[in-house]
């Protein structure tokens, strides 16, 4: 068994997997799902430090969500506007504002902190 201690190397993050793998399926409230929670919780700080994960692009975020539901673009109409302004969002040729923003996050749960972040805008090439 191994010891319960910080995650300090890359051999230490692949030992505390490999006891997880083992612990997978340990019934509650035992000794070893207390082990498991700990070692989960140890190696979520080790994957947080090592291995962060970039907040997806906002236009990306929104394409996601409507994809993963199954939504079509249509359904953008009463957050963003018109057919032509829901193109010129997607297509980066027009920035979210404040109120776009707001709708998404209240009709689509997209997080308002991934929807707030800069993201490049296509250059007018007149």
Known sequence: ???????????DYRAALDEIERLF?????????DRLEVLT?????YEQRHY????PDPIEAVLYYLESRGL????LEPVIGSKAEIADILHRKQALTLEMIRG?????GIPAQILIQPYPLMQNSA
Do not use: G, W
Request: aromatic content about 0%; proline content about 8%; cysteine-free.
């Open 72 to 75: 079509s673009v249509d359904e």
């Open 1 to 11: 068994m191994l010891e319960t201690r910080p995650i300090r190397t890359e051999a």
């Open 25 to 33: 399926d340990a019934k509650l409230n035992t000794p070893e799902s």
């Open 104 to 108: 998404l996050h209240q009709q689509l």
């Open 41 to 45: 919780t140890l190696v979520e700080a």
């Open 52 to 55: 962060p994960i970039e907040a």
